[in-house]
């Protein structure tokens, strides 16, 4: 039993990956339903008392971070659907004294023109706004909601305040918005954003995933370089999900490639996951989840706690089964999950 954390060894999994980054979730509610994701209507909501409260979630991650966590996302649902997410970022920003490096947040952008410098002011370093259309109709067929409009409005208030780099997630779906892929990639040269594309994954609450519907990250690439040539940015990729690209004639604006489908990069995941339920997961698709709000209310101690982590990373799974006859889709969907 080790009795204190040495900093120098990370948390790491039974394969060897040191697990540096973790994903939170704030809460399981969404204000869109998108159809790759809530096409259903509600999700079965957890009950507030079962989710972690902003004082658990600060507990917790000071444990993760002396673990040896560099990197928290917050996400959700819709993260910013969380009243006190401003304390929260203030709570975790604080723990960048201790270890952390990066506070990010991942968000629809719907609350972002009237919030995005108060985020900012909490301590956010960097933010990932997710828009899977540039046009009206699209995206309000895609996302259930006609909001585009304000979502820009809320990119536009997140560059304001300061919250650089901006990301835009855009996930391609077959038949609903790949033909406009080279608008996103032209609106990453004239907003200097990073723009990530993402393969459509079986994590849709209606189970309604079909492989013929993944627009996979090689054609998004050829698409993308026909029109503006591609050059592989030169950085080591890391444990990043993306494989990222330069424009060729240098203009701003970045593309990211996120293949998780066609390319899986399993080898060198180093995340982990907390739902706002508490729950630990340790692969996006994990069909199994421990229980770290149980042990933290159960009153064990900080040291139990630490060795209850230790034990769950061990568990990470080699890489996900996502293109084998045995894969069983995760009975939750992302929104609870936490993207
Ligand atoms: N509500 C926030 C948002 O819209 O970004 C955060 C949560 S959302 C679940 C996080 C990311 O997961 C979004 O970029 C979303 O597009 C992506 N996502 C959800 N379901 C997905 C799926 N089935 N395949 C690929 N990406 C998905």
Request: glycine content about 8%.
């Amino acid at each position: 039993m080790r009795q204190l954390h040495d900093m120098t060894s990370p948390l790491k999994d039974s394969y060897g990956r040191a697990i540096r980054d973790l994903r939170v979730s704030l809460t399981d509610r969404c204000n869109f339903r998108c159809f790759y994701c809530l096409p259903h209507g509600e999700p079965p909501i957890a009950p507030k008392e079962e989710m972690l409260s902003y004082e658990e979630i600060e507990y917790v991650c000071g444990i993760f971070v002396s673990l040896g966590i560099e990197k928290i996302r917050l996400t959700g649902g819709e993260p910013m659907m969380r009243r006190d997410i401003e304390t929260i970022i203030e709570k975790l920003a604080a723990l960048k004294t201790k270890g952390l490096q990066d506070l990010a947040l991942t968000t629809n952008g719907y609350f972002l023109p009237d919030r995005a410098q108060q985020l900012k002011d909490a301590g956010l370093d960097r933010i990932t706004i997710s828009v899977d259309s540039l046009k009206r109709d699209t995206f309000k067929q895609m996302t259930g909601v006609d909001v585009l409009e304000r979502v820009l409005a809320g990119i536009a208030a997140a560059k304001k305040a300061g919250l650089d780099p901006i990301k835009i997630n855009a996930v391609i779906v077959r038949g609903h918005n790949e033909a406009e892929v080279v608008d996103f990639a032209a609106f990453a040269r004239e907003h200097d954003v990073q723009m990530r594309f993402i393969e459509f994954m079986p994590l849709d609450s209606g189970h309604d995933w079909s492989r013929n519907d993944v627009v996979s990250g090689r054609e998004i690439r050829e698409r993308i370089s026909e029109q503006f040539p591609l050059v592989p940015a030169r950085v080591a990729r890391g444990s990043e999900t993306s494989s990222r690209y330069h424009f060729a004639d240098g203009a701003p604006g970045e593309i990211g490639i996120i293949a998780p489908v066609t390319e899986a990069f399993c080898g060198a995941c180093s995340r982990i996951r907390l739902t706002a339920d508490g729950q630990i997961r340790t692969c996006l698709f994990s069909t199994v989840e421990h229980s770290l709000r149980d042990v933290v209310r159960n009153g064990a101690s900080r040291q139990e706690i630490i060795e209850f982590i230790e034990a769950v990373v061990l568990k990470k799974e080699p890489r996900h089964y996502i293109n084998e006859p045995q894969f069983v889709a995760p009975s939750r969907s992302m929104s609870f999950i936490g993207g």
